[in-house]
Nanobody, 118 residues
């Protein structure tokens, strides 16, 4: 059984930074790519970015490119989302998920709230 637990969310002013963490339980964490998603009130969930199993490749949505950075520490079974230059439109619940293949994700965390005030 795989469990993903996000942490690090909170309230921050526009222009500030936050780092989210996603701790994974279960074996073979390092065998899977991981993704970050977000969902704002009244909106559909959207892709934020993803990182390959080794950490050697990362992918980002255009809306966060240059501001957000995904990294991972396979020894700690943890993936991170560093968010800089935050904007009010980044306000959302942020989720991490394990990529099962292609664009499919099979395990999701419970989410952590990020609120950016103007």
């Amino acid at each position: 059984q795989v469990q993903l637990v996000e942490s690090g969310g909170g309230l921050v002013q526009a222009g500030g930074s936050l780092r989210l963490s996603c701790a994974a339980s279960g074996r073979r964490f390092s065998s899977y790519a991981m993704g970050w998603f977000r969902q704002a009130p009244g909106k559909e969930r959207e892709f934020v970015g993803a990182i390959s199993w080794s950490g050697g490749s990362t992918y980002y949505a255009d809306s966060v490119k240059g501001r957000f950075t995904i990294s991972r520490d396979n020894a700690k079974n943890t993936v991170y989302l560093q968010m800089n230059s935050l904007k009010p439109e980044d306000t959302a619940v942020y989720y991490c998920a394990r990529q099962s293949g292609g664009y499919d994700y099979d395990y999701w965390g419970q989410g952590t709230q990020v609120t950016v005030s103007s």
